[in-house]
């Protein structure tokens, strides 16, 4: 199967070490009218040392699930990943109701939200001629930076909807944004249900700062994948909770999980400050820090190579992979002596 990436289709074979949600750059919604861009060429040199880096520590491929409104720059992915050499998939996709979703979309129905993402998968982002390889929702906000309480709103469930219309349609995968402390897993998968969608093309993101085993259960009794995506984000929750939650789930047979980051390389727009103190306490959030601290972490806990190797190249292929049509998938069988 051919996975679109920002210099053409690769092979789900070629997808290699992947790195589930990263950013090259993000901009606020709204931050195209102000003067002020990033630096592309210095900005650009910047990014392509860090993927250079990850490519030297064995990363292939990176998914950068970054929003239709949120900045996405589908020439700057290209020339990042023509410059560095690492496979870079982007995304078609609406963001949340608090940081996202722009009037236009939110008047629209969901055929129609729909139809913009099998367009942008099928034909091209805008003019660029460069194809998404996958779909992003959001649901919920951002801890620290939105105000808690908020649920699952309407237009959320629609921008849902028109994903799971497109997943069916072009046998895209789906990956979704969860705040780690209200997360709205079960209500994604809920609605993908009443849509029929293939949950073993369902990412529930950010599960990693919940640290619920009932929630990580039920996600992954149901046939989704989890990410355990924000490693290095300190402010959110701790690595150690974080591998804490990682090993439990292992040692009980499940491993329908990915890795990542959701690092941010780079502001479109001017930096508007509003996740400094995320960063200040967060040192090691950058795409190297699973490669050079995390994994030898694990190792040392015992977890076998294999085992790495699933959650980070075979788990990427098998969730890229997945035949059309609805399916769930039964955990993993419970481990055998080493991980």
């Not at 392509?48 to 990850?54: M, N």
């Not at 236009?104 to 729909?114: C, E, K, Q, S, T």
């Not at 950010?206 to 995506?229: K, N, T």
């Amino acid at each position: 199967m051919a996975i679109n990436s920002v210099l053409g289709p690769i092979d789900v074979s070629d997808l290699g070490t992947t790195l589930i949600h990263e950013h090259l750059g993000i901009g606020w919604n709204g931050w195209e009218m102000d003067y002020k861009d990033f630096d592309r060429k210095k900005d650009g040199a910047r990014v392509t040392k860090r993927l250079k880096e990850i490519r030297e520590l064995g990363i292939k491929s990176i998914v950068d699930p970054c929003p239709m409104e949120l900045g996405r720059d589908p020439v700057f992915a290209a020339e990042m990943s023509d410059a560095s050499g690492v496979q870079v998939v982007v995304a078609t996709g609406l963001y949340n109701d608090a940081l996202g979703i722009p009037l236009h979309f939110r008047y629209m129905d969901v055929d129609g939200i729909a139809e913009v993402y099998v367009k942008e998968i099928e034909d091209g982002i805008g003019k660029t001629g460069i194809k998404a390889g996958i779909i992003k929702t959001a649901c919920g906000g951002i801890h620290g930076v939105t105000p808690p309480g908020g649920g699952i709103k309407d237009v959320e469930i629609k921008c849902l909807r028109a994903a799971a219309r497109a997943s069916k349609a072009t046998g895209t995968p789906i990956l979704c944004h969860n705040d780690e402390f209200e997360p709205m897993g079960r209500e994604t998968l809920d609605v993908f249900d009443e849509e029929k969608v293939d949950f073993n093309k369902v990412l529930i993101g950010h599960a990693c700062g919940v640290g619920d085993m009932r929630y990580y259960f039920e996600m992954l009794d149901r046939g989704a994948w989890i990410g355990f995506d924000r490693f290095g984000i300190e402010a959110i929750a701790s690595d150690k909770m974080r591998l804490a939650s990682l090993m439990g789930l292992l040692a009980v047979g499940y491993d329908r999980i990915m890795l990542s980051h959701d690092s941010v390389e780079c502001w479109r727009g001017r930096d508007t400050g509003i996740l400094d103190s995320m960063i200040a306490a967060s040192p090691n959030w950058n795409m190297a820090h699973i490669s050079r601290n995390i994994l030898p972490q694990m190792r040392k806990m015992g977890v076998s190579q294999a085992t790495i190797d699933k959650l980070m190249i075979d788990n990427p292929r098998s969730y890229f992979d997945a035949p059309k049509g609805k399916a769930k998938a039964k955990p993993a069988a419970k481990a055998k002596g080493k991980r």
